[in-house]
């Protein structure tokens, strides 16, 4: 399979439009037509992750985090970064990363934190993407052609369904001209067409991938596409995301569970022990600073990680809760399901590549008074 196939199949489940301004995603070391065989899914560009990367004899090193923030003046190899890039490079091993992007995108980190801690009734928590109406006409008995074209790129999508659109029956004029290619009627011979008008809605951030499938769809030489900006957002995009339990625990027995099920090496959280925990909000890596729109939003709790002690403190003093299972914990969770989606997709390509998932867990040790 080739990297810039690759690439775009990543950038295409985390499209690049949903990350932070300052961030950084896409391909960052590695020849776009390389040939991959074996890809290797990790959390961050670690040396650990390289030499694993190594032993298997990875093509790619697939990750959550990038190594390349900031624009490099130089490759140190005395440094830690530099020895990566240096030996990425060497080994002819390509870094593709997907982060603020893969945090909100639909079955990204924070879905999949909010499985992993068994939440139901899922939804978007904090501002999501600008909403667009999407609009074009087609010659009877093309419409289906198109239609599916735009659902499959991710219009039409609402709330709990998908294929949401409208389809309108009409007559289009048009009077092809000199030096076009018409599939309808000749040039200079105005045309009247019986035509169906699809609409539907599509979140800002995908917009032009879905008028590159109508594009290619279409059977016009040059379709009319119409996108208008509607009032509102939508929950695609959201920072963060938030749902309920099955039913209401205490927060210190939530604590326990939610440990348990992210494989967490232990968490702190604060908050009154006793507390009722059912409503939860969730944001992987590190989101403190969200606490008081979960609040808003209704929930009892936030799980995220790294969570500093200002923020800790006005969250319990606010009567909310706040757990801290850590940065790795809480973000590490996706990373399985992203290699199976590269094995569905190299499947659905009938192409051949192994995919294997590398987790190192969190950099730190515990020490635990045993008083406490």
């Known amino acids: 399979m080739i990297l810039r196939d690759i690439a775009g199949e990543v950038m295409r489940l985390a499209p690049p439009g949903l990350a932070e301004s300052w961030d ?7 020849d776009p037509g390389a040939q991959i065989r074996s890809a290797l899914v990790a959390l961050s560009p670690t040396k650990g992750a390289l030499l694993e990367a190594q032993k298997i004899r990875a093509d790619l090193l697939l990750t959550h985090h990038p190594l390349l923030f900031k624009p490099l003046a ?14 990425l490079i060497k080994d002819k091993i390509a870094l593709l990363s997907a982060h603020t992007n893969l945090d909100r995108a ?46 499959e790129a991710g219009a039409g999508s609402i709330g709990a369904y998908r294929g949401c659109f409208f389809l309108g029956r009409g007559v289009g004029t048009f009077t092809p001209l000199a030096g076009s290619n018409p599939f309808i009627g000749e040039p200079g011979s105005p045309e009247r067409v019986d035509e169906v008008r699809i609409e539907g809605i599509v979140p800002k951030s995908l917009s032009g991938r879905v008028t590159g499938a109508i594009a290619r769809a279409h059977p016009y030489e040059a ?49 009154q022990k006793e507390k009722k925990i059912l409503r939860v909000a969730v ?21 995220t990680g790294d969570v500093g002690y200002h923020a800790a403190q006005e969250a319990a003093d606010a009567g909310f809760a706040i757990l801290d299972a850590g940065h790795a914990s809480t973000e590490t ?29 969190e950099p730190f040790s515990f020490a635990v008074a045993k008083n406490q």
């Open 223 to 271: 379709p009319a596409i119409d996108l208008y900006l509607l009032a509102g957002s939508s929950d695609y995009g959201c920072t963060g995301r938030m749902g309920t339990l099955e039913k209401a625990v205490s927060l210190e027995k939530f604590a326990g569970t939610a440990m348990k099920a992210l494989g967490a090496p232990g968490v702190r959280f604060a908050g």
């Open 24 to 30: 950084r995603c896409g391909l960052e070391v590695g």
């Open 283 to 303: 944001c992987g890596g590190s989101a403190a600073s969200l606490w008081p729109s979960a609040m808003a939003a209704g929930a009892d709790i936030l799980v």
């Open 106 to 151: 639909e079955g990204g980190v924070n879905d999949c934190l909010a499985e992993a801690l068994g939440l139901q009734g899922v939804r978007g928590l904090g501002e999501g993407e600008p909403l667009l109406k999407v609009a074009v006409t087609v010659p009877v008995g093309y419409e289906e052609r198109v239609r599916k074209a735009m659902d």
């Open 74 to 87: 130089s490759i140190d190899q005395s440094t830690p970064q530099g020895q990566i890039i240096s030996a």
């Open 333 to 361: 969770v996706v990373l399985s399901p992203l290699a199976e989606k590269l094995r569905n997709y190299a499947k659905a390509s009938k192409s051949k590549i192994k995919v294997s998932v590398f987790s190192e867990g």
